[in-house]
């Protein structure tokens, strides 16, 4: 697989514990997303740009004014990507894009940790994303094949968390799970993938699985 299209979740660790594992995958992969690191210390992101793209995944979810702030102050540090939440409705998500500057704006779906009541939730988040003219999504392998069909979705960033490996045998949080190659096959753009990386006793080895796979 072409692995600059991965994106390594960097959660739940120690600040030296991700530039370790960025240096590894420097040049190997797209780039490195944060959540609770940005929490502990925001020059996280100065220190990984020398290594990859940096994907803030903070998932906002606000009034549009204080979206309004939180975009234009993130992306004052420089990241790629930020999350919104689709669900925070069209004037949100406009609000964060107006003010994002050179970051891409991203749409976060129904999370994939989630069971679905049904396609049509996650569909209808993508239409309001389209509305807002927002740079992408994040959705799970699951809804591709039905995301592809909605007019204007085209120019959409599919990216897709959940991604599971046949050979990661832990159970956690994800229940909308899909296989590298399957996620790529259905028309994303980028795949997430955390624990299956930064858990694994050799990182390199690990990659060189995965790329293989
Ligand atoms: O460790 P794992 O591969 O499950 O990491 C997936 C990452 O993607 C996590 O950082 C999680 O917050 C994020 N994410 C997700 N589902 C979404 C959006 C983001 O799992 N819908």
Redesign the pocket.
């Known amino acids: 697989m072409n692995t600059k299209k991965i994106i390594v979740?960097l959660?739940g660790m120690k600040m030296k514990e991700a530039i370790e594992i960025a240096k590894i995958l420097k040049g190997k992969v797209w780039g490195f997303?944060l959540?609770d690191l940005l929490y502990e210390d925001i020059s996280i992101i100065k220190k990984l740009k020398k290594y990859g793209g940096v994907f803030a995944?903070v998932?906002l979810h606000d009034i549009p004014n204080t979206v309004k702030n939180s975009t234009k102050r993130l992306s004052s540090h420089g990241v790629e990507i930020i999350t919104v939440h689709a669900s925070g409705g069209i004037p949100m998500m406009k609000s964060a894009k107006k003010n994002s500057g050179k970051s891409k704006i991203i749409a976060?779906?129904?999370?994939?940790?989630s069971k679905l009541k049904s396609k049509k939730e996650v569909l209808d988040l993508v239409k309001d994303a389209i509305k807002a003219k927002v740079d992408g999504i994040?959705?799970?392998g699951h809804e591709l094949s039905s995301i592809i069909k909605i007019n204007g979705s085209k120019r959409l960033l599919k990216i897709v968390?959940?991604?599971r490996p046949s050979w990661y045998k832990a159970k956690?949080?994800?229940k909308r799970k899909t296989a590298p190659k399957q996620a790529l096959k259905l028309g994303a753009d980028y795949l997430?993938?955390?624990?299956?990386i930064?858990e694994s006793k050799n990182i390199l080895k690990t990659f060189e699985l995965l790329r293989r796979e």
């Open positions: 979740a959660d997303k959540n995944d998932k976060v779906t129904v999370l994939t940790s994040v959705c799970s968390p959940g991604i956690d949080d994800q997430v993938i955390g624990r299956p930064t």
